[in-house]
């Protein structure tokens, strides 16, 4: 069973720059969950996907972040206009959900991004 | 809202040496789910174990053992004869009921001394 992959592993970029993130879940797994974890935190809920619907977005996803996940398989986090307290690493995680029981989130390697 | 406390910000233990770690947590769902992850260097999270509020069994899982108690809304950790392998962080997660979405601990940094 393929786990969750994530693409870039690490990304550097400048003020102002946009990005875009990739996140591939497990094959089958109807929901996708987009995380952010600051240095000596949990991570923090972004956002998450039903197939290919967004059902909710946190609080800390400003109008600079962008999620989509088109035919419901691989999702993409878009950040404009990155300022430097973007700097975090980006999580995807991947489960089977939606049938009334709690399973589990399977984690990618996340995304290290770094704004200067 | 759900909330987890992980009291214990970093331990150190010797290799062999029997450590044990906390987990508290809140939550207003009569059913509910509890994790624990696991965060190597290398970033990615682990999923170490998963269970539910009707179930207060103790779990044992080779080295790994895992104490639910619902009188004290805690979720201990406890690993035997810890090996350098075992040094990472570790989170104990509770999630919303319905959407799923995970309420992490701020995580206990753990380390293995050889």
């Known amino acids: 069973d393929t786990g969750v992959s994530q693409d870039p592993r690490h990304k550097i970029t400048k003020r102002g720059q946009n990005v875009t993130f990739r996140c591939d879940p497990i094959s089958e797994h109807n929901r996708l969950y987009w995380y952010r974890q600051t240095l000596g935190q949990g991570p923090e809920f972004l956002t998450y996907f039903q197939n290919e619907a967004q059902l909710e977005k946190s609080r800390l996803l400003s109008d600079r972040f962008s999620a989509e996940r088109p035919k419901g398989s691989f999702s993409t986090l878009e950040i404009q206009r990155t300022e430097q307290g973007d700097s975090a690493m980006y999580l995807c995680?991947?489960?089977?959900?939606?049938?009334?029981?709690?399973?589990?989130?399977?984690f990618g390697p996340g995304t290290r991004l770094l704004v200067l | 809202a759900q909330k987890v406390t992980q009291a214990q910000t970093e331990i150190s233990v010797v290799e062999k040496e029997d450590v044990t770690l906390d987990c508290v947590y809140e939550t207003r769902d009569t059913t509910y789910y509890l994790f624990w992850y696991k965060q190597p260097p290398s970033g990615e999270l682990v999923f170490l174990i998963r269970r539910n509020s009707f179930d207060e069994q103790n779990e044992i899982s080779g080295r790994y053992s895992w104490n639910f108690q619902k009188s004290t809304s805690s979720f201990n950790f406890t690993i035997t004869a810890s090996q350098v392998v075992d040094s990472a962080v570790y989170f104990c997660a509770t999630p919303n009921f319905g959407n799923e979405k995970l309420t992490f601990g701020t995580g206990t940094r753990l380390t293995i001394i050889p």
């Open positions: 995680a991947s489960s089977r959900g939606g049938g009334g029981i709690q399973e589990t989130q399977y």
